[in-house]
């Protein structure tokens, strides 16, 4: 079945820095979505992407629809403590597959 | 408007025991869905409703059963609680009428433990 790799699976960083992370598959998506999850809390969303090669920003976030429609990107500029989280990409084709999470911890 | 709501918020069952999980949209969504979150395990489809009236199996139903009430309300009852079932169960919605429907909004989620 369809499955989404998510990467990296956590990090800690430091307060000001930028943020990386990814979801790949080996199956092609028509919509990727980026959803933040706080501690408690259900997933909010942050980010869709409806077309290859789209690339879509909320505020300090960034997200791009990968060319191939196999992959997707998130980025977080100059993180505040507040980004504190799991944030998880969703595929959908059909239906929607979400990835296992990236716990993203922030050292002020 | 409250979005997704979900009720309850906690509950702690023994093994065998029934019980329903409520949730309801105010939002005029057509689908909903319900979820579970375990550790390292993602979010995992257990049933969905593309509109009201229909009620389709996702990837782990077996223990579930679901009822779409009206537009608003879609149900998840565990017949029989097993500890295998203890997990953090979410709800959400989409409008999948719309071209750009695809966008699904979670509820605050029912933390769920079996003994």
């Known amino acids: 079945g369809q499955q989404l790799n998510q990467s990296p699976q956590s990090m800690f960083i430091q307060e000001g820095e930028d943020v990386s992370m990814n979801c790949t598959s080996s199956?092609?998506?028509?919509?990727w979505l980026w959803y933040k999850q706080d501690p408690g809390e259900g997933p909010v969303l942050l980010i869709a992407l409806y077309k290859a090669g789209e690339l879509t920003s909320n505020g300090r976030l960034t997200a791009q629809f990968g060319i191939t429609r196999k992959d997707s990107f998130l980025n977080i500029s100059a993180s505040i403590p507040s980004d504190v989280g799991i944030y998880f990409c969703a595929g959908l084709f059909g239906k929607l597959i979400f990835g296992q999470g990236t716990t993203l911890q922030v050292k002020p | 408007n409250a979005g997704v709501t979900q009720t309850p918020k906690f509950q702690v069952l023994k093994t065998g025991q029934s019980m329903t999980l409520q949730c309801a949209q105010d939002?005029?969504?057509?689908?909903m869905y319900w979820y579970r979150q375990d550790p390292g395990m993602g979010l995992r489809l257990i049933y969905y409703?593309?509109?009201?009236?229909?009620?389709d199996k996702g990837e782990v139903p077996n223990g579930y059963n679901v009822s779409r009430l009206n537009k608003r309300e879609f149900s998840l009852r565990l017949e029989s609680a097993a500890p295998s079932q203890t997990s953090v169960y979410f709800c959400?919605?989409?409008?999948?009428?719309?071209?750009?429907?695809?966008?699904?909004?979670f509820g605050p989620g029912t933390r769920l433990t079996v003994t």
């Open positions: 409703s593309a509109s009201e009236g229909t009620t």
């Open positions: 199956s092609i998506f028509n919509t």
């Open positions: 939002m005029n969504h057509n689908s």
């Open positions: 959400a919605s989409s409008d999948r009428g719309r071209a750009n429907g695809n966008e699904q909004y």
